[in-house]
């Protein structure tokens, strides 16, 4: 799921007033639901060079909010924003890649616009990585990479990520198989409102009892 406009962060230091202007007049155009304006206010500041107004711009592009859906112009900016060093833009830019909204799909180049946002300390980044490590999608099948991965997003507290590290010790994938700690996994996800979670732990309390 790709993290959609709403909020700004913080401001690099040093930046003009007129490229911190724009930025926040569109901010809070957009928290106003006044998406034209917050457009206008976007464009302007990405053409000064921010990579932050570049990014919600795109999310813009992405979702026709404010402006009319063009995923080509989502991915330009995407990818002028993932360049300015903005972690969330390589993460959708990855998500258009995968799916081929806006691009040609190339799941190698998603793989590795995953990889870059996992090694930024990206959660969600981190979790597609594994995910496609763990199905072979634009990089060499991995169980072990894909078991690390799930392990430390779980641990950050991502649900799904839990979810996987269950399914991967139900089946003995990167791991033994140890049914209970799969049962466990599967409890920690449900109670984040993981709903298949919910139903894998009934079904494996069930099968263990």
Partial sequence: MKKLCYYISVLFLGTSFVYANDLMQGLSAYERHDFAKAAEYFEASCATGNPEAC??????????????????????????????GFS?????????YESGEGVQKDTIKAFTLFYKTCENGHTRGCYNTALMYYKGNGVQQNYARAF???????????????????VMYRNGQGAPKDLNKALSLYKKACEQGLSIACDKYGKLRSEMQ
């Fill in 55 to 84: 990014y919600n711009l795109a999310n813009m592009y992405d979702t026709g909010l404010g402006v009319y859906k063009n995923d080509i112009k989502a991915v330009k900016l995407y990818t002028q924003a993932c360049e300015g």
């Fill in 88 to 96: 969330d833009a390589c993460y959708n830019l990855g998500m258009m």
């Fill in 148 to 166: 690390e991965l799930f392990q430390k997003t779980c641990n950050e507290g991502y649900e799904k990520s839990c979810y996987n590290l269950g």
